[in-house]
């Protein structure tokens, strides 16, 4: 049967039956048939509005029409019952259609469109007739039926007539308009009685369109065309519901005037998160009504008219926009205003119509009810109310969390707009300048913003906002002096009570040294897991640690254990602490939980319970006597203490004057997730930093906790060992799902189906572990750990790009003395000691040149990301249809990424204009893929910072976007790419080519703020360029990085180079120019390739760290040999003059890493001297070298040597190499890796 509502309650409906049949006989009824039935379902649907209609009406001139419809209604639902067999269904359904014209002919003769009396005798029979809830469903009932007659109207349906179509569509948006004002009062009046009058109007006017449509409009038979005299349903209906209509205006202001009278009982009835659709529907209305009203003629009040309209128009846009995005809470908070300020603007609006028809028809008699409204007083209150929830709706949008360099990027942005568009900010440029010149001198006084750091960020932003609204003037200037007022004087008091703040902070710390610390109870958790888990794995670990436990030195030493939650550290230190040989081997052993939150004095009665359990210690002891106490108590005695989850170095300090040396073999076993705690603590030992488990050991922990001593059944073997391996090698992964496992049946099917949706049962249970280390993080380093949900699954992460990212985000807090790029790597570094990040690459010189997240994090990242509307990840069937993510209401996120294979971003641009920072990700299995119109995407973006479209082609690049800082794009091969001058803000530009070389615009040169250039494969500079550039361009003192240039020849390289003299690195490839001007020049990679001249001199300058020399040409490496600060050489099939390189004494003075690759040298003579700090040589391809130098032996600081795809003699000499540095110089660490 059919789904749809049907407003008689006729048994075995028409509409139902006629859809059971097209259902059953699809495949054989011919396509006249069907059409036919499609009609009959249509003309059915409107006789049930018919009938409907006339059960509340007492019009006598239709009474004998209603009941012969009725009858006949009835008699064809049964006749199409009885349809058995489907040669039977032609004559039926043409007989059925033959009566339904006829009916259709009497009703038109009979209808009474001009007047239709609602009898009050019914009421008692229909009482549900004109409530509101019937009101509803009949106006959606009728508006479906009109939306179907559009279909047949549409000139690919079959059913298609000629027919005023326009006009139809002009209907049912008069209907939807309306509609909207039934819902708006339909959801908030208390007393319907009260607001008959409207409703049985509304009835009215929604049943004659319907039967006006039905009846006049074309049919499907052009013989039976009952349209010869076509009312005018459209004139019709608006006659009845626009309120040019001066009986229409009073009904209108009736209503409103009744709900505002009922306003205080509104809450009870109201369903809030169907508030917001009510709302902007009427306001929708009002706006619509207001467009349409006609303000003309010579009238000496006309101007103010349109001055009031105007006003009116304005607000309630902005209401409109603003109302949709609005949270629910506050929605619900604000609600009485809203709707005050709703109901107050409907009166504005009918007034405005009455007021109009007044002096038209100077019959003050009519309107007399209509009071004088005070349209300034009015006007001032729905402005506060507009004001108030569009400052709402934009708060609503921003990050619950952000870094503190949002504050300074917004700064600069300030300074930049007050310059570039001084005229369109003048109504609010006192202010501003106000603001700046508060927050800049606070950040002065006191070391940035540590005490309301999320407040005034989002300060920053609304100050942005107001400055972008104003220029681009889609907010009202009213709306914005409000605005900024309301931010000086709350800036200025946040200020104060900071300052007042810091005050207090300095003194205390002046009294009594101490800083509180957060008091978040988290041991409890970790020590119940750790006591119900058996340990497993670690075998090695745990051998390691028992030798250091049981011998080593006699001195006192710190055992410390270090790795992030889950990883079971608790567990290990416990099974160490509970070993027999331990026990027996310590005459005295104690354990204290630090966790977050502790006191010293707690931690000191629990160890000495520990130490002394036979005896009561007294917690009334003062803090320094138990202190005192316990170090006597050890002071004689080899004693083991456990001290398990230390998040600070101040903990381990407090303890640690208890804990004596008397050279007995002592030991501290601590556990921490800090790697700064853990040194901090050091003595003697390292501290172990805990690996994930093997494949193995997972299986075997899963093992073990499912099936305890049982064995595993052969068919669950290999389905256990992918969830063992989807674990990630986490050990409390494998206990969580092991939890799961343990409630189900052992068959096969329920494992896969645990396989399959691993992820979301693991995060569930590991979300609280993980969050304990992101709620420890310091407030800097929150948004940077967060940001890592930008990135791949196990994605290989350039720390390069991401510390470029981070500054770009403003989540890199400015220091005066520091590089960002430097501070960023500090907080990376942070990070990974804080085992919330991995280290995956390092580069030649020990730095970290890559890392990667794990899974379970990287989940954890973009959920709170999300949370914190902090950053969006959206993929999946969201990506395809963006108005359905629209539709939804999702807060979009001032940080997108999109994971797609679509092409379709155009349509999410128009969501996106508030986002400041766009990923787009694409599928791995393609390499690249490409957009259009990238200027008109983008160009909306006005707060865009950063564009990462590292994997799309662009085919030009978004010219109006001055707030970007770092942008990631790919062009064509062999391409040329223009760049607008307003890119002024520009820091990072990555361009991809798919190959050949890209051809860099002049206008590149006037991004006076660019510090990262990188350009892959390699980028041009051609002479026009050049000359253009060095004659008008100022000097790029702040870029850092260039990668990859072409030299066409010596003088372009001088040319660029000389301005830009404060690179730190570069890689380019072409003639040699002079590199000793970059004196800040750190790491320098060149290529010149086999075709060009010698270089008889290398210009090198002097601070060079690390130098890679490929395919070139040298006379000798003499000036390399004496460079100062070189710690990393590479020289890759590099030729030189001698087939012999002479190293004499105290040559390479810093070298810690060399690496020749295809060499053309076969000697290679090496002073004692030399090489004073080498500690890694590789050696590659080196086919005519016949040995390593034997000075190499004697090397105290060499760690390894790699020979890779070298002759045999050379890769003996290395095995020398090694047979003295093990066995002579007892070098046990020394590495020798050997590959043919």
Same mark, same amino acid.
């Given at each position: 049967?059919?789904?749809?509502?049907?407003?008689?309650?006729?048994?075995?409906?028409?509409?139902?039956?006629?859809?059971?049949?097209?259902?059953?006989?699809?495949?054989?009824?011919?396509?006249?048939?069907?059409?036919?039935?499609?009609?009959?379902?249509?003309?059915?649907? #409107?006789?049930?509005?018919?009938?409907?209609?006339?059960?509340? %009406?007492?019009?006598?001139?239709?009474?004998?029409?209603?009941?012969?419809?009725?009858?006949?209604?009835?008699?064809?639902?049964?006749?199409?019952?009885?349809?058995?067999?489907?040669?039977?269904?032609?004559?039926?359904?043409?007989?059925?259609?033959?009566?339904?014209?006829?009916?259709?002919?009497?009703?038109?003769?009979?209808?009474?469109?001009?007047?239709?009396?609602?009898?009050?005798?019914?009421?008692?029979?229909?009482?549900?007739?004109?409530?509101?809830?019937?009101?509803?469903?009949?106006?959606?009932?009728?508006?479906?039926?009109?939306?179907?007659?559009?279909?047949?109207?549409?000139?690919?349906?079959?059913?298609?007539?000629?027919?005023?179509?326009?006009?139809?569509?002009?209907?049912?948006?008069?209907?939807?308009?309306?509609?909207?004002?039934?819902?708006?009062?339909?959801?908030?009046?208390?007393?319907?009685?009260?607001?008959?009058?409207?409703?049985?109007?509304?009835?009215?006017?929604?049943?004659?369109?319907?039967?006006?449509?039905?009846?006049?409009?074309?049919?499907?038979?052009?013989?039976?065309?009952?349209?010869?005299? @076509?009312?005018?349903?459209?004139?019709?209906?608006?006659?009845?519901?626009?309120?040019?209509?001066?009986?229409?205006?009073?009904?209108?202001?009736?209503?409103?005037?009744?709900?505002?009278?009922?306003?205080?009982?509104?809450?009870?009835?109201?369903?809030?998160?169907?508030?917001?659709?009510?709302?902007?529907?009427?306001?929708?209305?009002?706006?619509?009504?207001?467009?349409?009203?006609?303000?003309?003629?010579?009238?000496?009040?006309?101007?103010?008219?349109?001055?009031?309209?105007?006003?009116?128009?304005?607000?309630?846009?902005?209401?409109?926009?603003?109302?949709?995005?609005?949270?629910?809470?506050?929605?619900?908070?604000?609600?009485?205003?809203?709707?005050?300020?709703?109901?107050?603007?409907?009166?504005?609006?009918?007034?405005?119509?009455?007021?109009?028809?007044?002096?038209?028809?100077?019959?003050?008699?009519?309107?007399?009810?209509?009071?004088?409204?005070?349209?300034?007083?009015?006007?001032?209150?729905?402005?506060?109310?507009?004001?108030?929830?569009?400052?709402?709706?934009?708060?609503?949008?921003?990050?619950?969390?952000?870094?503190?360099?949002?504050?300074?990027?917004?700064?600069?942005?300030?300074?930049?707009?007050?310059?570039?568009?001084?005229?369109?900010?003048?109504?609010?440029?006192?202010?501003?300048?106000?603001?700046?010149? @508060?927050?800049?001198?606070?950040?002065?006084?006191?070391?940035?913003?540590?005490?309301?750091?999320?407040?005034?960020?989002?300060?920053?932003?609304?100050?942005?906002?107001?400055?972008?609204?104003?220029?681009?003037?889609?907010?009202?200037?009213?709306?914005?002096?409000?605005?900024?007022?309301?931010?000086?004087?709350?800036?200025?008091?946040?200020?104060?009570?900071?300052?007042?703040?810091?005050?207090?902070?300095?003194?205390?710390?002046?009294?009594?040294?101490?800083?509180?610390?957060?008091?978040?109870?988290?041991?409890?958790?970790?020590?119940? %897991?750790?006591?119900?888990?058996?340990?497993?794995?670690?075998?090695?670990?745990?051998?390691?640690?028992?030798?250091?436990?049981?011998?080593?030195?006699?001195?006192?030493?710190?055992?410390?254990?270090?790795?992030?939650?889950?990883?079971?550290?608790?567990?290990?230190?416990?099974?160490?602490?509970?070993?027999?040989?331990?026990?027996?081997?310590?005459?005295?052993?104690?354990?204290?939980?630090?966790?977050?939150?502790?006191?010293?004095?707690?931690?000191?009665?629990?160890?000495?319970?520990?130490?002394?359990?036979?005896?009561?210690?007294?917690?009334?002891?003062?803090?320094?006597?138990?202190?005192?106490?316990?170090?006597?108590?050890?002071?004689?005695?080899?004693?083991?203490?456990?001290?398990?989850?230390?998040?600070?170095?101040?903990?381990?300090?407090?303890?640690?004057?208890?804990?004596?040396?008397?050279?007995?073999?002592?030991?501290?076993?601590?556990?921490?997730?800090?790697?700064?705690?853990?040194?901090?603590?050091?003595?003697?030992?390292?501290?172990? #930093?805990?690996?994930?488990?093997?494949?193995?050991?997972?299986?075997?922990?899963?093992?073990?906790?499912?099936?305890?001593?049982?064995?595993?059944?052969?068919?669950?073997?290999?389905?256990?060992?992918?969830?063992?391996?989807?674990?990630?090698?986490?050990?409390?992964?494998?206990?969580?799902?092991?939890?799961?496992?343990?409630?189900?049946?052992?068959?096969?099917?329920?494992?896969?189906?645990?396989?399959?949706?691993?992820?979301?049962?693991?995060?569930?249970?590991?979300?609280?572990?993980?969050?304990?280390?992101?709620?420890?993080?310091?407030?800097?380093?929150?948004?940077?750990?967060?940001?890592?949900?930008?990135?791949?699954?196990?994605?290989?992460?350039?720390?390069?790009?991401?510390?470029?990212?981070?500054?770009?985000?403003?989540?890199?807090?400015?220091?005066?003395?520091?590089?960002?790029?430097?501070?960023?790597?500090?907080?990376?570094?942070?990070?990974?000691?804080?085992?919330?990040?991995?280290?995956?690459?390092?580069?030649?010189?020990?730095?970290?040149?890559?890392?990667?997240?794990?899974?379970?994090?990287?989940?954890?990242?973009?959920?709170?990301?999300?949370?914190?509307?902090?950053?969006?990840?959206?993929?999946?069937?969201?990506?395809?249809?963006?108005?359905?993510?629209?539709?939804?209401?999702?807060?979009?996120?001032?940080?997108?990424?999109?994971?797609?294979?679509?092409?379709?971003?155009?349509?999410?641009?128009?969501?996106?204009?508030?986002?400041?920072?766009?990923?787009?990700?694409?599928?791995?299995?393609?390499?690249?893929?490409?957009?259009?119109?990238?200027?008109?995407?983008?160009?909306?973006?006005?707060?865009?910072?950063?564009?990462?479209?590292?994997?799309?082609?662009?085919?030009?690049?978004?010219?109006?976007?001055?707030?970007?800082?770092?942008?990631?794009?790919?062009?064509?091969?062999?391409?040329?790419?223009?760049?607008?001058?307003?890119?002024?803000?520009?820091?990072?530009?990555?361009?991809?080519?798919?190959?050949?070389?890209?051809?860099?615009?002049?206008?590149?040169?006037?991004?006076?703020?660019?510090?990262?250039?990188?350009?892959?494969?390699?980028?041009?500079?051609?002479?026009?360029?050049?000359?253009?550039?060095?004659?008008?361009?100022?000097?790029?003192?702040?870029?850092?990085?260039?990668?990859?240039?072409?030299?066409?020849?010596?003088?372009?390289?001088?040319?660029?180079?000389?301005?830009?003299?404060?690179?730190?690195?570069?890689?380019?490839?072409?003639?040699?120019?002079?590199?000793?001007?970059?004196?800040?020049?750190?790491?320098?990679?060149?290529?010149?390739?086999?075709?060009?001249?010698?270089?008889?001199?290398?210009?090198?300058?002097?601070?060079?760290?690390?130098?890679?020399?490929?395919?070139?040409?040298?006379?000798?490496?003499?000036?390399?040999?004496?460079?100062?600060?070189?710690?990393?050489?590479?020289?890759?099939?590099?030729?030189?003059?001698?087939?012999?390189?002479?190293?004499?004494?105290?040559?390479?003075?810093?070298?810690?890493?060399?690496?020749?690759?295809?060499?053309?040298?076969?000697?290679?003579?090496?002073?004692?001297?030399?090489?004073?700090?080498?500690?890694?040589?590789?050696?590659?391809?080196?086919?005519?070298?016949?040995?390593?130098?034997?000075? #190499?032996?004697?090397?105290?600081?060499?760690?390894?040597?790699?020979?890779?795809?070298?002759?045999?003699?050379?890769?003996?000499?290395?095995?020398?190499?090694?047979?003295?540095?093990?066995?002579?110089?007892?070098?046990?660490?020394?590495?020798?890796?050997?590959?043919?």
């Amino acid at each position: 049967m059919s789904s749809e509502e049907f407003l008689t309650s006729q048994k075995n409906h028409p509409v139902s039956t006629l859809q059971l049949i097209s259902t059953e006989w699809d495949l054989i009824l011919p396509g006249t048939i069907k059409d036919r039935i499609e009609f009959l379902k249509r003309e059915f649907k #409107f006789l049930d509005i018919f009938l409907s209609l006339q059960s509340l %009406t007492s019009e006598c001139s239709m009474e004998d029409v209603t009941q012969k419809v009725q009858a006949q209604f009835q008699n064809d639902a049964v006749n199409l019952t009885k349809i058995q067999i489907c040669e039977y269904l032609d004559s039926v359904t043409s007989r059925v259609q033959n009566n339904i014209w006829l009916s259709k002919l009497e009703i038109r003769d009979n209808y009474p469109f001009l007047k239709m009396a609602f009898s009050s005798k019914k009421e008692n029979s229909s009482s549900n007739a004109a409530s509101p809830d019937f009101l509803e469903k009949f106006i959606d009932i009728v508006l479906r039926n009109l939306s179907d007659l559009l279909k047949i109207y549409a000139p690919t349906s079959l059913l298609f007539v000629p027919g005023p179509k326009k006009q139809m569509e002009e209907v049912v948006k008069e209907l939807k308009l309306l509609r909207n004002f039934v819902f708006y009062v339909s959801n908030r009046c208390t007393k319907p009685q009260n607001l008959r009058t409207f409703f049985t109007h509304v009835l009215l006017v929604v049943g004659h369109a319907a039967m006006d449509a039905w009846l006049y409009f074309p049919g499907i038979d052009g013989n039976k065309d009952l349209a010869s005299n @076509e009312m005018d349903v459209l004139g019709f209906l608006q006659m009845r519901t626009c309120p040019i209509q001066p009986f229409v205006c009073d009904i209108y202001i009736d209503v409103l005037q009744a709900l505002k009278s009922e306003q205080t009982g509104w809450d009870r009835n109201i369903q809030i998160e169907y508030t917001a659709d009510c709302e902007v529907g009427f306001v929708e209305t009002l706006i619509h009504y207001l467009s349409e009203l006609p303000i003309i003629g010579m009238h000496k009040d006309t101007c103010s008219l349109k001055d009031q309209k105007a006003i009116l128009q304005e607000m309630l846009n902005l209401l409109r926009a603003n109302l949709i995005s609005l949270p629910i809470k506050d929605h619900k908070c604000h609600l009485q205003d809203i709707d005050a300020a709703i109901i107050d603007a409907g009166l504005l609006v009918y007034s405005l119509y009455s007021s109009m028809k007044e002096k038209e028809d100077m019959a003050v008699e009519e309107s007399n009810h209509v009071p004088m409204l005070d349209f300034s007083g009015i006007v001032q209150s729905i402005q506060t109310v507009t004001y108030l929830i569009t400052r709402k709706s934009f708060l609503s949008l921003l990050p619950r969390i952000d870094g503190l360099g949002s504050i300074g990027i917004i700064l600069d942005y300030l300074k930049e707009f007050l310059s570039h568009y001084s005229y369109s900010l003048s109504s609010i440029k006192a202010q501003l300048q106000t603001i700046k010149k @508060e927050v800049e001198h606070f950040q002065k006084q006191h070391d940035g913003f540590l005490y309301f750091p999320m407040q005034l960020i989002a300060k920053a932003y609304e100050v942005e906002h107001i400055v972008v609204s104003c220029i681009n003037r889609n907010i009202p200037v009213w709306c914005l002096v409000r605005w900024i007022g309301d931010i000086v004087e709350e800036t200025t008091l946040l200020m104060r009570e900071a300052a007042e703040m810091h005050e207090k902070k300095v003194s205390d710390l002046a009294l009594h040294n101490t800083i509180d610390v957060a008091s978040v109870n988290t041991s409890q958790f970790a020590r119940i %897991t750790s006591m119900r888990e058996e340990m497993v794995g670690f075998q090695e670990v745990m051998d390691k640690l028992s030798r250091q436990l049981l011998r080593g030195s006699p001195e006192l030493d710190v055992i410390s254990i270090v790795g992030m939650a889950g990883l079971g550290k608790t567990t290990l230190a416990n099974k160490l602490f509970l070993d027999q040989l331990v026990v027996s081997h310590f005459d005295v052993r104690a354990q204290c939980c630090v966790s977050q939150a502790y006191t010293r004095k707690d931690l000191l009665l629990t160890i000495l319970r520990g130490v002394k359990k036979d005896t009561i210690i007294s917690d009334k002891l003062p803090e320094n006597e138990l202190a005192d106490k316990l170090r006597r108590l050890l002071l004689v005695q080899r004693y083991l203490i456990l001290v398990d989850d230390v998040w600070e170095t101040n903990a381990w300090d407090d303890l640690k004057p208890c804990f004596y040396d008397a050279n007995n073999g002592s030991r501290i076993i601590l556990t921490t997730r800090l790697s700064d705690v853990a040194f901090h603590a050091k003595l003697i030992s390292d501290p172990h #930093f805990l690996r994930l488990f093997t494949l193995e050991e997972s299986w075997m922990l899963l093992k073990n906790r499912v099936f305890s001593k049982r064995s595993c059944p052969l068919v669950l073997e290999d389905v256990g060992q992918k969830i063992a391996q989807k674990c990630g090698g986490l050990p409390l992964s494998v206990v969580l799902i092991a939890g799961i496992l343990e409630t189900m049946e052992k068959e096969k099917h329920s494992w896969e189906q645990v396989a399959s949706n691993l992820g979301p049962h693991i995060h569930a249970k590991s979300e609280d572990i993980i969050d304990l280390s992101y709620q420890n993080l310091p407030y800097h380093l929150k948004p940077c750990f967060l940001y890592f949900g930008v990135f791949l699954e196990d994605e290989e992460i350039k720390v390069s790009k991401l510390t470029w990212l981070w500054t770009a985000e403003g989540l890199v807090k400015p220091h005066a003395e520091k590089l960002p790029e430097d501070i960023a790597e500090y907080y990376l570094e942070n990070l990974i000691g804080r085992n919330l990040v991995m280290v995956s690459k390092k580069s030649s010189d020990g730095k970290i040149k890559a890392c990667r997240i794990h899974d379970l994090l990287l989940d954890y990242c973009r959920l709170k990301a999300k949370m914190e509307n902090f950053l969006q990840w959206i993929k999946g069937k969201n990506i395809a249809d963006p108005s359905s993510f629209a539709r939804q209401k999702h807060k979009m996120s001032r940080r997108l990424c999109l994971y797609f294979e679509g092409d379709n971003l155009v349509e999410w641009s128009s969501i996106c204009l508030a986002v400041q920072s766009f990923h787009l990700m694409k599928s791995r299995h393609i390499a690249s893929s490409s957009i259009g119109c990238t200027s008109f995407t983008f160009n909306n973006f006005k707060f865009l910072r950063v564009l990462d479209m590292e994997f799309t082609i662009i085919d030009s690049f978004p010219e109006a976007l001055t707030c970007l800082r770092y942008a990631a794009v790919r062009i064509a091969e062999d391409s040329s790419l223009s760049f607008s001058s307003n890119l002024w803000n520009l820091e990072t530009l990555i361009v991809k080519g798919i190959g050949g070389r890209v051809s860099l615009p002049d206008t590149l040169w006037k991004m006076v703020k660019l510090r990262h250039l990188h350009i892959y494969s390699r980028a041009m500079f051609t002479k026009p360029n050049v000359q253009m550039f060095v004659e008008s361009s100022p000097k790029m003192d702040v870029l850092r990085t260039l990668a990859s240039a072409w030299f066409s020849c010596v003088e372009d390289a001088d040319n660029i180079l000389a301005n830009t003299p404060n690179l730190q690195k570069l890689r380019c490839d072409g003639f040699f120019p002079a590199f000793n001007n970059l004196t800040k020049l750190e790491v320098l990679k060149f290529s010149c390739g086999p075709a060009y001249t010698w270089s008889t001199e290398l210009k090198l300058p002097p601070n060079l760290k690390k130098l890679t020399l490929s395919s070139g040409r040298i006379f000798s490496l003499n000036q390399v040999a004496t460079l100062p600060r070189l710690a990393v050489l590479k020289l890759l099939q590099v030729i030189t003059k001698s087939d012999v390189w002479e190293v004499t004494r105290e040559q390479f003075p810093q070298i810690k890493f060399l690496k020749l690759q295809d060499p053309d040298i076969s000697k290679w003579n090496v002073a004692d001297d030399a090489f004073p700090c080498l500690e890694h040589l590789v050696l590659r391809k080196c086919q005519y070298l016949e040995e390593i130098p034997s000075s #190499f032996a004697d090397m105290a600081t060499l760690k390894s040597i790699k020979v890779l795809e070298c002759n045999d003699s050379l890769v003996e000499s290395a095995k020398d190499i090694q047979e003295t540095q093990v066995e002579e110089m007892q070098n046990s660490g020394f590495k020798l890796f050997i590959q043919k």
